[in-house]
């Protein structure tokens, strides 16, 4: 079964084009995409490898990362453009 992180993000647009996103509370977590769509789908990949990393160091998970209840909203902020 998949388990759900609530986790804040920062897209950083790249100059040549494309996102690098990063977390402010897992510096471990990096990760990129061409669209803010390819980005945010790279996340889930990215931040399964920072757990695995954390498990095979036998490091304990930080305590920032918490898993989301299945009801707990989840906060989102996003730019729109208006025609």
């Known amino acids: 079964m998949a388990s759900v992180y609530k986790l804040p993000l920062v897209l950083d ?3 040549e084009g494309g996102f690098t996103v990063t977390c ?3 510096p471990e977590l990096i990760t990129a995409g061409d669209t803010v769509e ?3 789908n790279n ?3 990215a931040l399964a490898a ?3 990393a954390y498990e095979d160091l036998k490091k304990p998970i930080p ?3 918490k898993q989301a209840v299945s009801n707990t ?3 989102l902020e ?3 453009t208006v025609p």
Do not use: H, N, Y
């Open 38 to 40: 390819d980005a945010l």
């Open 43 to 45: 996340v889930s990949d």
């Open 50 to 52: 920072v757990i695995e």
């Open 78 to 80: 996003t730019a729109v």
């Open 24 to 26: 402010p509370l897992l």
């Open 73 to 75: 909203p989840l906060w």
């Open 63 to 65: 305590e920032v990362l």
């Open 13 to 15: 647009p790249q100059p």
